[in-house]
């Protein structure tokens, strides 16, 4: 095994000035890490991560917590996330709740015995509070993804979901569309509330009245509810658009129109927050409110590593990226 006496010897160095190469201490000559750099290459050496750690007093591991691999928001985030972390030299851990308390909950027991330097966090929703105290609690440096938990404070990293949704009930109702209903996700979610907010705000920019009919709420991942979705179609006002608040849930209302012998757009327009990515450009067919996800992940991941390095302001800072509205074939003037 490889050792940094070793290294020292062949590059005619102290063991001290290796340690302070690989550690990235103290003041070495150019030339002289160039040498000893270019011996750590040819033996092969492996830094050891526990060592490393101790003379850091960090573990260069950091941990991703989202909410559903599946939905290609987050798998562009976690992309963004990685890039960031690799580039500041840090490697990361991926976890996925899915959206589920009880399983956030086991992440959360496995970050905290794992001794990562930090977390990027998407909660699950307002009842992840308990978890992000115990990793306050901890002094585990945490920057928020994505969703706001009332009652704690720490860097967040969040969208417009008030201002998409309003450009997208805008869009609508200037097409002509005067009975729109909302699939929304859980009132548990700050992002729900803050979609049906502009959902809410767009009709009554066009003077449209609220029909709490028209609103169907569940979760944000798989969406398959039959009922809810006859419900709509059968309602006095049958809506001729529907905003769905995000893409999963509008990958599920289509599917289900279509099993109906609902057309989209002809029959029904359907909307959305968040694109789908790589399926978009084979493919384009929803109109959406497109965050831009990869930076989410990239900006979260350097507010993070700033914070642990102790390079960020001293009061947490909040970041709001906008979102774009992307016109596209899933929404038509009203056929009726």
């Known amino acids: 095994m490889i050792t940094i006496y070793d290294i020292a010897k062949k590059a005619n160095v102290s063991a001290m000035t290796v340690s302070k190469v690989i550690n990235q201490t103290g003041r070495i000559s150019p030339a002289t890490r160039e040498r000893v750099q270019q011996v750590i290459e040819e033996l092969g050496y492996i ?9 850091l007093q960090r573990t260069q591991m950091l941990s991703l917590l989202i909410t559903d691999i599946t939905n290609p928001f987050y798998t562009t985030l976690a992309r963004g996330a990685e890039d960031a972390a690799n580039q500041r030299g840090y490697r990361l851990l991926f976890s996925n709740s899915d959206e589920d308390y009880g399983k956030e909950k086991n ?26 105290k115990q990793l306050q609690e901890r002094n585990i440096p945490f920057v928020i993804l994505d969703r706001t938990v009332p009652g704690i404070t720490s860097d967040v990293i969040a969208g417009d979901s008030r201002e998409g949704a309003l450009q997208l009930i805008r869009y609508l109702t200037n097409l002509g569309h005067r009975h729109i209903a909302l699939v929304n996700g859980s009132s548990e979610v700050s992002t729900a509330r803050l979609r049906e907010e502009g959902y809410m705000e767009g009709l009554r920019e ?23 979705i006859d419900r709509l179609l059968a309602h006095q006002l ?17 599917r289900l129109l279509r099993k109906r012998g609902v057309r989209v757009p002809e ?8 694109d789908l990515d790589l399926a978009s450009a084979f493919d384009p067919f929803l109109t959406v409110a497109a965050q831009p996800a990869y930076d989410f992940g990239a900006i979260g991941m350097q507010m993070l590593i700033d914070r642990i390095e102790g390079k960020a302001p001293e009061q947490p ?12 074939a899933s929404a038509s003037v009203p056929s009726e």
């Open 47 to 55: 830094p050891n991560s526990n060592a490393r750690s101790l003379v």
């Open 107 to 132: 992440y959360v027991e496995t970050i905290l015995s794992t001794r990562v330097d930090g977390v990027l966090f998407a909660p699950a929703g307002d009842r992840s509070l308990n978890h992000l």
């Open 206 to 228: 066009a003077e449209l009245p609220f029909d709490s009919g028209l609103i169907l709420r569940t979760g944000y991942r798989d969406f398959s509810d039959e009922k809810g």
């Open 238 to 254: 049958k809506p001729t658009a529907i905003f769905a608040a995000n893409n999963m849930l509008a990958i599920g209302v289509i």
């Open 267 to 274: 029959d029904i327009s359907v909307v959305c927050f968040d």
């Open 317 to 328: 800072q909040t970041v709001i990226m906008p979102s774009e509205l992307r016109i596209r």
